[in-house]
């Protein structure tokens, strides 16, 4: 079995302020970016060209991403998420709600749930179908700085400036458990492709694996910058994190140790995506730039 990964860089893209987030498309073809200075925009992977931007927010853009149709979701600072057709143009629906800035959002790999988080402390679904309001989950005791939803759509993690991560149910619209360990907020969270496991990105230096059921599995090696977001890849192996010092870190889920190291951005990273055939990386930084990544592994 492989147990090296390579990162090569291919190309790099630009925004006119910070870029907070990037996603590729379900068929692999078009890479979405996010930034502060209040747009998205589409990149063509094939020509590396841009395709079109998505403009209607009014103020940063800290998320966007894809439902399984192909349909994108942005959220922004302006207290508002959108959705737009796959091929850019005018948003097809706006969700608002948020009582202060909203700082995260995810999109649900199957379905059509989203979530969201901010300022007010509470996580927010939304059906992307029907363009309603699903629940206001309440719990945090500080702002919302990271969502994630699993992909069969069935568990929903938030990430707080509370130190905390809570899992809840949005069927019932409960909550399942409290997870604590971190020392500092939490900034980042993925699901695995197989919803077996969560990893949890921390401004105390470290990220931590845990169980879908909120079980402590490794702490990797904990480093002096805060880690602002992680990734897994599709076939599990290999779990990618960003810091505050514009390193990339690859780590295996048995390895507390990272494996390899990149000195990707001028600063922080605060987005990492995995094209869905795991050959390609993208990450995003407050230097403006986002950066295309070959993946290979021997």
Same mark, same amino acid.
């Given at each position: 079995?492989?147990?090296?990964?390579?990162?090569?860089?291919?190309?790099?893209?630009?925004?006119?302020?910070?870029?907070?987030?990037?996603?590729?498309?379900?068929?692999?073809?078009?890479?979405?970016?996010?930034?502060?200075?209040?747009?998205?925009?589409?990149?063509?992977?094939?020509?590396?060209?841009?395709?079109?931007?998505?403009?209607?927010?009014?103020?940063?853009?800290?998320?966007? /991403?894809?439902?399984?149709?192909?349909?994108?979701?942005?959220?922004?600072?302006?207290?508002?998420?959108?959705?737009?057709?796959?091929?850019?143009?005018?948003?097809?629906?706006?969700?608002?709600?948020?009582?202060?800035?909203?700082?995260?959002?995810?999109?649900?790999?199957?379905?059509?749930?989203?979530?969201?988080? /901010?300022?007010?402390?509470?996580?927010?679904?939304?059906?992307?179908?029907?363009?309603?309001?699903?629940?206001?989950?309440?719990?945090?005791?500080?702002?919302?700085?990271?969502?994630?939803?699993?992909?069969?759509?069935?568990?929903?993690?938030?990430?707080?400036?509370?130190?905390?991560?809570?899992?809840?149910?949005?069927?019932?619209?409960?909550?399942?458990?409290?997870?604590?360990?971190?020392? /500092?907020?939490?900034?980042?969270?993925?699901?695995?492709?197989?919803?077996?496991?969560?990893?949890?990105?921390?401004?105390? /230096?470290?990220?931590?694996?845990?169980?879908?059921?909120?079980?402590?599995?490794?702490?990797?090696?904990?480093?002096?910058?805060?880690?602002?977001?992680?990734?897994?890849?599709?076939?599990?192996?290999?779990?990618?994190?960003?810091?505050?010092?514009?390193?990339?870190?690859?780590?295996?889920?048995?390895?507390?140790?990272?494996?390899?190291?990149?000195?990707?951005?001028?600063?922080?990273?605060?987005?990492?995506?995995?094209?869905?055939?795991?050959?390609?990386?993208?990450?995003?930084?407050?230097?403006?730039?986002?950066?295309?990544?070959?993946?290979?592994?021997?």
């Amino acid at each position: 079995m492989p147990d090296t990964l390579r990162l090569e860089r291919l190309c790099s893209f630009t925004h006119n302020n910070a870029v907070y987030w990037t996603a590729f498309s379900p068929d692999g073809e078009t890479l979405a970016t996010a930034s502060l200075d209040n747009t998205a925009r589409l990149w063509n992977l094939s020509t590396r060209e841009l395709l079109g931007t998505l403009i209607g927010h009014g103020d940063g853009v800290a998320f966007v /991403g894809y439902l399984a149709d192909g349909r994108i979701v942005t959220a922004s600072l302006d207290q508002s998420l959108k959705c737009w057709p796959a091929e850019g143009g005018a948003a097809l629906m706006t969700f608002s709600g948020h009582q202060g800035y909203l700082t995260c959002a995810s999109a649900a790999r199957t379905g059509t749930l989203l979530a969201s988080g /901010g300022f007010d402390k509470t996580v927010r679904l939304w059906d992307a179908q029907s363009n309603l309001a699903v629940a206001v989950l309440s719990g945090h005791d500080d702002t919302v700085q990271c969502v994630a939803i699993n992909n069969v759509g069935k568990l929903v993690a938030s990430g707080s400036e509370d130190h905390s991560i809570r899992l809840w149910d949005p069927e019932s619209k409960s909550l399942l458990k409290t997870i604590t360990g971190h020392a /500092g907020a939490i900034e980042g969270l993925a699901f695995s492709f197989d919803d077996r496991l969560l990893a949890s990105a921390s401004a105390d /230096g470290s990220v931590r694996l845990w169980t879908t059921a909120g079980d402590p599995v490794t702490v990797f090696e904990s480093k002096s910058c805060r880690v602002k977001s992680v990734v897994f890849s599709p076939n599990g192996r290999w779990l990618v994190s960003g810091s505050s010092d514009g390193t990339l870190r690859v780590w295996q889920p048995a390895n507390p140790r990272a494996v390899l190291e990149i000195p990707a951005h001028k600063n922080t990273i605060y987005g990492v995506a995995f094209s869905p055939d795991g050959t390609l990386f993208a990450s995003a930084g407050f230097d403006r730039t986002i950066h295309l990544w070959s993946v290979t592994s021997e």
